[in-house]
C-alpha cells in the first residue's frame, strides 16, 4: 500500500487561523487517505522555529502568504535546492497593501522575498484569476484554485423573525477584519440614513471592525473578530442577521480577493449586498444570489432600503445562495481538486520532470464507452507522447470515476461529486493542469492520426492566434463542424457546413471565425486564465462561444484548423439539452447585438447562402448563388455586416441599405430593419418594415 504524500506547511500564521484553514489544512485534510499534512512550524518557549530535518520527510512543500522574509531567505534557499517541490500560495495581492491597512509593514519587509520566491516557486497556486493575471509574468506555472466553504463549520438553524408585521426588527450584520475598515466607512451613510428612517427596528451587529460613530450607536453591537477560524464560524453562525453587507472599495488589492465572505455568509443562510467589483461580479447572480451595487453613496443607501424593506426578497437571495453554495462552492466539491493539484506536483517532483506542452482535459459524465475510445484513440495517435491527459468525472452515478482510474495509468483523474456541467468541469481540470496550452476535448470524440499537431503548430506559429478549432465529423464522416457562424436576425450561433460532405471545399479552409466548438478547443494557458475559464453559469451550451468572443474582445483571433480532424459522436451526455432555453437567454443578454450575425459574408464568399422558406423564419436551408444578379443581392446584405464589423457608423449613414437591392428573405430584412432602427436610420428601416409586410 502507497505511504500517504507528507506535505510541510511553512506559514507565519498559526494553523488554526482563517487563511490556512481554508485554504490548506481543510481541504487537504479531506484527502487525508491521500495526503498526510504537517505544521513546519514549530513554536517552542513562545519562539518560532523550523526543525529541517521533519522538512526532510516532506514530498511537497508548501509556503504561504508572508513566509518569505528576511530571516526565512536561508531555509526557503535549502529548501528551493533540495530537490523536493516548493510551491508558493497566496489569496491575497500582498504585494500591494492599501495605506491604511495594518499588515502594510510586514508587506513592505516581505515584498521582494515574495517575488523572489513566485519566481523560483515549482508552482505557484492563488485564490483567484485576476491574482494569476498579475503574477503571470514572474511564473508559468499557476494554479488557481478558488475558495471552498465548509458547510459543516457555517451551518445554523434558521432563525424566527421577532416582532410583528412590519415591526419586526431587522438585524443587520458587518463581518470584517480591521483591515477593512475603509470599506466599512464607505457603507456608514447608508447605514445611519436606515436608522433615520427605521428607528430602533435595526439591530446593527459590527464583528471585527467598526467606525467609531457606528460603534457609538444604541442600536450597535460590537464583537472581535475570533482568530481562530473555528471559533470564528461558531460566533458567525450565533449571530441574528436578516441582512449582511459586503462592501469593498474598487482598487486593486480588493479586485484580486475571493469571494470568501459570499461563501460563509451563504452558507450560513444569510443574504447580503456586495460591491459589484471583482470577486463578488464574478460570483453573485444580482437579484438572485445577494445584490450587487455599485459604491457610490446613493447606490448603498437605496439597495440597502429596498432589502431591509422587502422581508421576501430577503429570504429568496438566502435560500437560492444557501442551496447554490452548499451544491457547487462546498468543501466536499472542492477538496478533491485541491488535493489531486498537490497530490499530482509531488507525484511529479522537482521542476515537474518533463513539463508536458499541452494538458488535454476531458470533462466526463457517465457513457464510459465513450471515454474508453477516446482515450483508445489518443493513444493510438501518440497524444500521451508529449501531453498530459486529464479526465475530469463530472458526478457521473454510475461508478465512472473509479473505471477511469483504472483505464490507463498515465491519465489523471479529478473526481468532482456532484454534476456542474461542461464548464465547470473544464475550468475544474484546467486547474490542475501543467501544460502552457490547454486542450478541452469532448469524451465522445475520436481523434484521427495527426490531430494534435497542426492545433498546437497555429497557436506557436501566431502571437495573435488565442483559440483554435478542428474540423468534426459524425461518424458517417458527413461534417459536424467546421466554424461556427452567427444567425441572422438574432445572432443565435450554428455549426457551418453541418451535414455537408467530408471533403466541402469551404470546410477545408483554414480561416478565422467568430468562435468554434469547445468540443475541440485549444487555447493558450495565459489567456484562458486572463478570461477566467469558461463562465460556468451556462449549462451544457454556449460557454465555449461565449469563451470565444472574450477573446475576440481582448484583440485575439480565432482560427478554424480543418488539418485538425476528429469523430464526434455529439450531445451523447445525458441532460445535454435540458438548459438550452436559459442558456441561450443569457447569451443573448450578453452578445445580442445586431453587429453579432455574420452568417451572410462568411458564406458570400464562398458562392453560398442561408435562405428562409417559411414566412415564420424557422426554416432555412443552405444553397449556392442562382446567378450573378443574386449574389449582388446578398452582397449588399454582407457590406452592411463588414461596415458593422469595423465599427464603420459613418459609411452606413451616408449610405443607408436598400432594401430593394437586398433578398426576398424574411430573415435577412428582418435584421436590416433592426440595424437600421438601432442606428436612428427611421426612413431605411421603414423601407425594411414595408418590404417584410409585402412578403
Not at 154 to 160: C, D, E, G, I
Not at 161 to 189: C, F, K, N, W
Not at 276 to 295: F, K, M
Amino acid at each position: 500500500m502507497r505511504r500517504p504524500t507528507r506535505v510541510a506547511i511553512l506559514s507565519v500564521e498559526d494553523q488554526n487561523a482563517a487563511c490556512p484553514q481554508i485554504r490548506l489544512v481543510r481541504p487537504l485534510e479531506a484527502a487525508s487517505d491521500e495526503l498526510e499534512l504537517f505544521w513546519g512550524v514549530r513554536e517552542y518557549g513562545g519562539q518560532r522555529s523550523c526543525c529541517q530535518s521533519d522538512l526532510q520527510e516532506a514530498d511537497l512543500i508548501v509556503v504561504q502568504r508572508f513566509f518569505p522574509m528576511a530571516l526565512s531567505a536561508p531555509l526557503l534557499e535549502a529548501l528551493l535546492a533540495s530537490g523536493v517541490p516548493v510551491i508558493f500560495e497566496l489569496d491575497d495581492l500582498l504585494t500591494e497593501l492599501t495605506d491604511r491597512n495594518p499588515n502594510r509593514e510586514s508587506a513592505w519587509r516581505s515584498g521582494p522575498h515574495i517575488v523572489d520566491l513566485i519566481r523560483r516557486a515549482d508552482a505557484v497556486v492563488v485564490s483567484t484569476f485576476a491574482l494569476a493575471r498579475y503574477f503571470s509574468d514572474l511564473n508559468r506555472t499557476i494554479h488557481v484554485l478558488h475558495n471552498y466553504v465548509d458547510t459543516r463549520l457555517f451551518s445554523r438553524t434558521p432563525s424566527t423573525p421577532s416582532g410583528a408585521g412590519t415591526q419586526r426588527a431587522i438585524h443587520l450584520l458587518y463581518a470584517g477584519t480591521p483591515t477593512h475598515i475603509e470599506d466599512l466607512e464607505m457603507v456608514e451613510p447608508a447605514i445611519l440614513h436606515a436608522i433615520e428612517v427605521l428607528g430602533d427596528r435595526i439591530h446593527l451587529t459590527l464583528l471585527g471592525c467598526s467606525t467609531p460613530l457606528l460603534a457609538s450607536l444604541p442600536q450597535t453591537t460590537v464583537c472581535d473578530m475570533e482568530p481562530d477560524y473555528t471559533l470564528y464560524a461558531a460566533k458567525l453562525a450565533s449571530i441574528r442577521a436578516d441582512l449582511a453587507l459586503v462592501p469593498l472599495r474598487d482598487h486593486r488589492f480588493n479586485r484580486c480577493k475571493s469571494d470568501i465572505k459570499w461563501l460563509e455568509l451563504s452558507a450560513l443562510g444569510i443574504p447580503g449586498i456586495y460591491s459589484d467589483i471583482r470577486p463578488y461580479r464574478d460570483s453573485v447572480e444580482h437579484g438572485v444570489t445577494g445584490l450587487l451595487v455599485g459604491n457610490e453613496p446613493e447606490a448603498w443607501t437605496e439597495s440597502l432600503m429596498h432589502a431591509l424593506t422587502s422581508e421576501a426578497l430577503r429570504r429568496k437571495l438566502a435560500d437560492r445562495a444557501s442551496a447554490f453554495v452548499r451544491r457547487y462552492r462546498s468543501l466536499d466539491v472542492g477538496a478533491p481538486l485541491v488535493s489531486e493539484l498537490y497530490a499530482s506536483i509531488a507525484r511529479s517532483g522537482k521542476g515537474h520532470t518533463r513539463r508536458p506542452r499541452c494538458s488535454i482535459i476531458v470533462p466526463v459524465y457517465t457513457r464510459l464507452d465513450c471515454t474508453r475510445d477516446c482515450i483508445s484513440a489518443l493513444e493510438a495517435t501518440g497524444a500521451f507522447e508529449d501531453a498530459e491527459i486529464i479526465l475530469v468525472d463530472d458526478g457521473s452515478p454510475d461508478g465512472s470515476a473509479d473505471e477511469l482510474a483504472a483505464l490507463d495509468a498515465r491519465v489523471r483523474v479529478v473526481r468532482r461529486p456532484v454534476n456542474q456541467g461542461f464548464a465547470a468541469a473544464c475550468n475544474a481540470g484546467a486547474a490542475v493542469s501543467r501544460g502552457d496550452l490547454l486542450l478541452f476535448l469532448n469524451n465522445d470524440t475520436v481523434p484521427e492520426p495527426g490531430w494534435l499537431e497542426p492545433l498546437v503548430s497555429e497557436l506557436c506559429g501566431h502571437s495573435d492566434v488565442g483559440i483554435v478549432g478542428s474540423r468534426l465529423l459524425y461518424p458517417d464522416r458527413t461534417i459536424q463542424h467546421a466554424g461556427i457562424a452567427f444567425s441572422v436576425p438574432d445572432g443565435i450561433p450554428y455549426n457551418l457546413y453541418r451535414s455537408a460532405p467530408e471533403g466541402f471545399p469551404a470546410a477545408c479552409e483554414r480561416r478565422e471565425y467568430n468562435a468554434v466548438t469547445g468540443a475541440c478547443m485549444l487555447i493558450r494557458r495565459q489567456l484562458f486564465q486572463a478570461l477566467q475559464g469558461f463562465d460556468e453559469r451556462y449549462r451544457n451550451g454556449f460557454e465555449d462561444v461565449d469563451l470565444c468572443l472574450r477573446a475576440r474582445a481582448r484583440g485575439m483571433r480565432v482560427v478554424y484548423q480543418p488539418e485538425s480532424c476528429l469523430i464526434h459522436r455529439e450531445e451523447q451526455s445525458p441532460g445535454r439539452k435540458d438548459h438550452d432555453s436559459t442558456n441561450l437567454a443569457r447569451f443573448l443578454d450578453r452578445w445580442g447585438t445586431t453587429r453579432l450575425p455574420d452568417e451572410i459574408p462568411i458564406l458570400e464568399r464562398v458562392g453560398l447562402a442561408v435562405r428562409t422558406t417559411d414566412v415564420e423564419g424557422r426554416a432555412r436551408v443552405l444553397t449556392p448563388f442562382r446567378d450573378p444578379d443574386d449574389r449582388a443581392r446578398w452582397q449588399g446584405a454582407a457590406e452592411l455586416s463588414r461596415s458593422l464589423a469595423r465599427y464603420d457608423w459613418d459609411a452606413i449613414a451616408t449610405a443607408p441599405p436598400d432594401p430593394e437591392s437586398w433578398p426576398n428573405d424574411v430573415c435577412v430584412l428582418a435584421w436590416g430593419e433592426r440595424v437600421c432602427r438601432s442606428l436612428s436610420l427611421d426612413e431605411a428601416a421603414e423601407r425594411f418594415a414595408v418590404r417584410l409586410k409585402q412578403l
